[in-house]
């Protein structure tokens, strides 16, 4: 049995997110792990909230409430609308456990003791208003490379590019705003990425399958202006992983915390090994999928981020682990995806401007979102969210060829031969022109899915239900039954034997839909199909099925431009 580990980047926890957040990494490595299953996979599926940093801090400080009560409460609605949009986590951890204390304080020390961690006198922006130090993320500005003015003094998330507090343009306090700002010397640890350049360099080009978009950007951090820079680790906050080496103090660093970068990913280890204790299981059950040494070296450990994560797993993560010395699982594929923008411009919190995941949820049900959603993720290049092309979407792909087909055979058998699957009649050259057309299908969608393709994918599965509306206009057995009941007979049931393989099909993008399908079929242990021509003749004369009610309703004109003018922003 193959054995696959799935993880997803980490949400950070100040806040709701909107639907580019879901789409970037979440919805699609929800798509692969429900495939993998299917095939008979054994999956380890991963995320967790990303707590500890500036986001937090700044959050709960909004909020009005203690850090810690404020992560707990937000994970807690993470955790919930997760659910909502159908994620199936084996776990969704928190960064702030004690599992990734611990492991992030081991593999410190074990870098320390490599030589690969250094103390540096530095200096950093201190803010005379707020009385502190700001750690880079506190710092706003405009990119010296871009010119886009909400650059972070650690990455400008526009193009990428790796900035220190110090680089950026007419710089401000993220906490009030302020521009009383000066620069003091202060003492952090640093990784030394530097050393592990060569190293990374050559993993990287040994990955030859791994997408452009990933690739591209690790060796543009590695090789732009004067290659991989090494890294602060720590940082002048409250909230955060205790610097130490291992269990032992680390003189020096008093009153420092870890670097959310730093300890971030490998939440992705401890939060398999918070599965485990949840499980009351042992540690051999969650390094079987970490450590080589116990069993991890025939895993296939696929990550799925957006483009702004790809440096820190193709080189920050690595370093971390490959810098140990230790047998850690390294990752074997890296699925980056471009940005989902909002109607002509940016999705963007703080102006309201967009569709945020529980907003989502409240208009309609998860499998409208998740099915225009993974039918546009943004894989080559950046997609648009439009409301014309959603209700496009919804009305064209779901209502139009899903629903009505499912509605239209169900109500037609239940009226001309009731509420089972009819007998009499043969299959012909028309059943099997469709049985090859699907086996075609069927063949390219699970390429596409298991090349992680999943707009290729979503085109694949829409074709193959796109093959059953056409059968079934062209077998017409409203037409039929009126001359010949034995062909209408044979005709229907191919077309209800049709409803479970299309729900086995397309429960990794609508699992609520391919529920309601198999339940009105009472078909629910219907496996992913291996014989096309087998899988159409499940369903014997004489079984059984129910009439659905209407899978997906049409969204009108008039509920288009509703919803539309009230995500335009304030």
Known sequence: MTRTLITSALPYINGIKHLGNLVGSQLPSDVYARFCRARGDEVMFICATDEHGTPAELAAAKAGKPVAEYCAEMHKVQSDLATGFRLSFDHFGRSSSPQNHQLTQHLAGKLAEAGLISEVSEKQVYSNTDGRFLPDRYIEGTCPNCGYDGARGDQCENCTKQLSPTDLIDPRSAISGSTDLEVRETKHLFLRQSKLRDQLDSWIDRQAGWPVLTTSIAKKWLHDGDGLRDRGITRDLDWGIPVKRGDADWPGMEGKVFYVWFDAPIEYIAATAEWAEANELDEAAWQRWWRTDKGADDVRYVQFMGKDNVPFHTLSFPATIMGSGEPWKLVDYVKSFNYLNYDGGQFSTSKGRGVFMDQAL?????????????????????????????????????????????????????????????????????????????????????????????????????????????????????????????????????????????????????????????????????????DITAALSTLKAGHAFSVPDVMFAKITDDARDEMEARFTGR
């Open 362 to 530: 409240d208009i309609l049900p998860s499998d409208y979102w998740r099915w225009w959603l993974l039918s546009h993720v943004p894989e080559s290049s950046d997609s648009e969210f439009t409301w014309e092309s959603f209700q496009r979407g919804v009305n064209k792909d779901l209502a139009d060829v899903l629903g009505n087909f499912v509605s239209r055979i169900t109500k037609f058998c239940r009226s001309k031969f009731g509420e089972e699957v009819p007998e009499g009649g043969d299959y012909g050259a028309a059943e099997e022109a469709v049985i090859a057309e699907i086996s075609t299908s069927l063949a390219a969608y699970e390429t596409h899915l298991q090349d992680i393709e999943i707009r290729k994918a979503s085109a694949e599965l829409r074709a193959i239900w796109a093959a059953g509306n056409e059968y079934l206009q062209a077998a017409a057995p409203w037409v039929a039954f009126k001359t010949d009941p034995e062909a209408a007979a044979a005709s229907v049931r191919f077309a209800l034997n049709l409803i479970p393989l299309y729900a086995a099909l397309s429960e990794p993008f609508i699992p609520d839909a391919a529920a309601t399908m198999l339940e009105a079929m009472n078909a629910k242990d219907t496996p992913w199909p291996t």
